[in-house]
């Protein structure tokens, strides 16, 4: 069963905005977005607590990006707005239970397939 389901990448010019989803098949206890460019190390973009109103953003994207969960949808957003072509990367979303700031430990994160962002300057 796949438990982490993205959506919502594309390919944009420079300061636009784009809204990425993640849909759970099931409440975690955090929920995260990371990055991996091409060549580059995976890189936590932003986290959260499900059950709270903690966030944790990477410092890449503070204040130009808005994590979120829908609890009605089970979902989990990352609005990122005024785009550079540095944020060009796969974008993962990931979950778990055993959670340190927001993000999951690395031995209890379960991964969604991944979405595309590019952006062209």
């Known amino acids: 069963q796949v438990e982490l389901v993205e959506s919502g990448g594309g390919s944009v010019q420079a300061g636009a905005s784009l809204k990425l989803s993640c849909i759970a098949s099931?409440?975690?206890?955090?929920m995260v977005w990371f990055r991996q460019a091409p060549g580059k190390e995976r890189e936590g973009v932003a986290g959260?607590?499900?059950?709270?109103?903690?966030?944790t953003y990477a410092d890449s994207v503070k204040g130009r990006s808005y994590i979120a969960h829908d609890k009605n949808k089970n979902a989990l957003t990352l609005q990122m707005r005024s785009l550079k072509p540095e944020d060009t990367a796969m974008y993962y979303c990931a979950a778990g239970e055993d959670c340190n700031g927001g993000f999951p430990t690395p031995g209890s994160r379960i991964w969604g397939q991944g979405t595309q962002v590019t952006v062209s300057s």
């Open positions: 099931r409440r975690h206890t955090c």
């Open positions: 959260l607590y499900v059950n709270e109103d903690s966030t």
